[in-house]
């Protein structure tokens, strides 16, 4: 089972501030099944990336994705109030479906 | 508009049963692969299942395995997580999601609670 790793564990930032997450992977993930979730207290996920660096339907530009092999990468240029939420990677193989263990990113 | 609506959570005794609903309204159920995915208090997430969009086949985590049974009913749009032998670590919110591109979880319902306690 490939285990993701994110960090940090908490990111404290204040609006208009660039947010960089990052997930590490034990094992190489294909770039194909690599996504990012945003989670808000209350709320079920959404799903923001999906490929590594594809936007899901409605996700703002402010998001993008990067990476390849056991390193990717997730980017928020400008933080905006309704980004301060806690983020998840996810990734799928050999039939079986992982999530990092998350970051918060909090108010500054 | 697309829907996903879990029900049957509550309170329940370590080595009971418990069975979930998910009722799908708003995309061709019968064509998507679907999940359940839990998330316990104050923790991550964790994907529990998944089963085609036939019921053909079906995966679990091994943390579940030989315990739940995933299933689905096309005529009534409803998926199915049926949970024998729960545990106190079971406790989580219980999450369907439907099979989204690139093997994601593309929509997701609200959850339903469920509490494994004596």
């Known amino acids: 089972e490939i285990v993701l790793t994110q960090s940090p564990g908490t990111l404290s930032l204040s609006p208009g501030e660039r947010a960089t997450l990052s997930c590490r992977a034990s094992?190489?993930?294909?770039?194909?099944?690599l996504a990012w979730y945003q989670q808000k207290p209350g709320q079920a996920p959404r799903l923001l990336i999906y490929g590594a660096s594809s936007r899901a339907t409605g996700i703002p530009d402010r998001f993008s994705g990067s990476g390849s092999g056991t390193d990717f990468t997730l980017t928020i240029s400008r933080l905006e109030p309704e980004d301060f939420a806690v983020y998840y990677c996810?990734?799928?193989?050999?039939?079986?479906?992982?999530f990092g263990q998350g970051t918060r990113v909090e108010i500054k | 508009q697309v829907q996903l609506v879990e029900s049957g959570g509550g309170v329940v005794q370590p080595g009971r049963s418990l069975r979930l609903s998910c009722e799908v309204s708003?995309?061709?159920?019968?064509?998507?692969?679907m999940h359940w995915v839990r998330q316990a208090p104050g923790k991550g997430l964790e994907w529990v299942a998944v089963?085609?969009?036939?019921?053909?086949?079906?995966y679990y985590a091994d943390s579940v395995k030989g315990r739940f049974t995933i299933s689905r009913d096309n005529s009534k749009n409803t998926l199915y997580l049926q949970m024998n032998s729960l545990r106190a670590e079971d406790t989580a919110v219980y999450h369907c999601a439907k099979w989204g591109i690139s093997r994601t979880f593309d929509i997701w319902g609200q959850g339903t609670m469920v509490t494994v306690s004596s």
């Open positions: 996810q990734q799928y193989g050999s039939s079986l479906w992982t």
């Open positions: 708003g995309f061709t159920f019968s064509t998507y692969g």
């Open positions: 089963l085609s969009y036939d019921g053909g086949k079906k």
């Open positions: 094992q190489s993930v294909t770039s194909t099944y």
